[in-house]
């Protein structure tokens, strides 16, 4: 089972009546998946190789859609607790660089319906 910390709709540590909230099943697999996708390759200190490639690949003059549908299919993939990508739909604008993500993944849990916006 998965299970995590909840955050918050700005990345925080969720916490009621002094508190901290768990999440499990579904909700945890799609905030994993949230953080895996706005986190920018080597943004984490402690782990340098990890993240998406933004800059290097993503928000760059030209950028091989090829190349960066399958870097988000991997990180979805990849994610514990998805068992299938059921439908994948990625817009990108360079000059503004701005990426919308919008997919269907089959969990362990149920279905998941993606969209998330990084800029």
């Known amino acids: 089972m998965n299970r995590d910390l909840a955050l918050d709709t700005e990345g925080d540590i969720l916490i009621q009546k002094g508190d901290l909230v768990l999440i499990s099943g579904i909700d945890a697999i799609r905030q994993h998946l949230s953080q895996k996708i706005k986190t ?11 993240g998406v490639p933004y800059f290097q690949q993503v928000f760059v003059k030209n950028p ?56």
């Open 40 to 50: 920018f390759y080597g943004e984490w200190f402690l782990h340098m190789a990890i």
């Open 64 to 119: 091989n859609l090829q190349v960066i549908d399958s870097i988000f299919k991997r990180e979805i993939i990849n994610t514990p607790g998805i068992v299938q990508l059921l439908e994948f739909n990625l817009n990108i604008n360079s000059s503004t660089r701005v990426l919308n993500l919008v997919f269907k993944a089959r969990t362990d849990e149920g279905i998941i319906d993606f969209n998330e916006v990084v800029s």
